[in-house]
């Protein structure tokens, strides 16, 4: 079993920036695929960005060119850099991840940390 926890949330204001946090703990050898969901109040949970053990990243149209995911395989650790936040990016942030190549359906993991609350003043 894979443990998750996210940290880095906050309130902002349009325009700022913002770091998340998965640090993944257990089973890491394990990880193929490590992924960031969002969900807003009263919508369902979204893809944000995906990354593969092998390198590959995907990002969600809504956030390229603002978000930023990178690993440090060391620390068990990814990280979403968000720039440019905006209030419709409030949300709860998961990180997610499975034992295989997983794609953009929450349903395809079985790992996931409680989330993290970010949110975004106009």
């Known amino acids: 079993q894979v443990q998750l926890v996210e940290s880095g949330g906050g309130l902002v204001q349009a325009g700022d920036s913002l770091r998340l946090s998965c640090a993944a703990s257990?089973?890491?050898?394990?990880?193929?695929?490590m992924t960031w969901f969002r969900q807003a109040p009263g919508k369902e949970r979204e893809f944000v960005v995906l990354?593969?053990?092998?390198?590959?990243?995907s990002y969600a149209d809504f956030v390229k060119g603002r978000f930023t995911m990178s690993r440090d395989n060391a620390k068990n650790t990814v990280y979403l850099q968000m720039t440019s936040l905006k209030p419709e990016d409030t949300a709860v942030y998961y990180c997610?991840?499975?034992?295989?190549?997983?794609?953009?359906?929450?349903?395809?993991?079985?790992?996931w940390g409680q989330g993290t609350q970010v949110t975004v003043s106009s």
């Open positions: 257990g089973r890491t050898s394990s990880i193929y695929t």
């Open positions: 997610a991840t499975d034992s295989g190549f997983r794609g953009r359906m929450p349903t395809q993991y079985s790992n």
């Open positions: 990354s593969w053990s092998n390198g590959f990243t």
